[in-house]
């Protein structure tokens, strides 16, 4: 066993997220096993930028609401409890409401490149408010 608290929470880079956006990384892929998992706090009105992930990915909302949305679909709303499956390559993106802290745990598999998110252009206001 091994408890380890190594690393600084880390804002949310200006290119892949809008508004402020914590990161606190849980662990990154590495040569025992390709699972990257992190816990990312959303404050209200901040969300990422559209992306996918090559092997999908799994949200565990921890707190607050937040909204998910897939590419054609419309914004829905989660919140604590709910478990979210993005499949392989779907173009996506989440993220707090407007007026709600949203926080989840964000677990996915590095591909054989070792990427575990491909990173697309930013949600604007108006796909943000496609409620
Ligand atoms: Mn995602």
């Known amino acids: ?46 969300r990422t930028a559209w992306h996918k992930h090559p092997k999908g990915q799994t949200l565990y909302v921890t707190d607050g609401i937040g909204y998910v949305c897939q590419r054609g679909g419309m914004v829905r709303e989660i919140r604590a409890g709910d478990v ?21 745990i964000a677990m996915h598999e590095a591909d054989a490149d070792g990427k575990t998110v491909v990173w697309l252009e930013h949600v604007t206001d108006a796909e943000y408010g496609n409620i």
């Open 84 to 104: 979210i499956f993005t499949d392989p390559g779907e173009e996506h993106w989440h993220g707090a409401t407007r007026d709600h802290f949203m926080s989840h």
């Open 1 to 46: 066993m091994k408890i380890t608290n190594p690393l600084a929470s880390g804002m949310g880079p200006a290119d892949y997220f809008t508004g402020v956006v914590v990161v606190d990384s849980v662990r990154n892929p590495d040569e025992f096993s390709g699972i990257g998992c992190a816990h990312v706090r959303f404050t209200p009105g901040a």
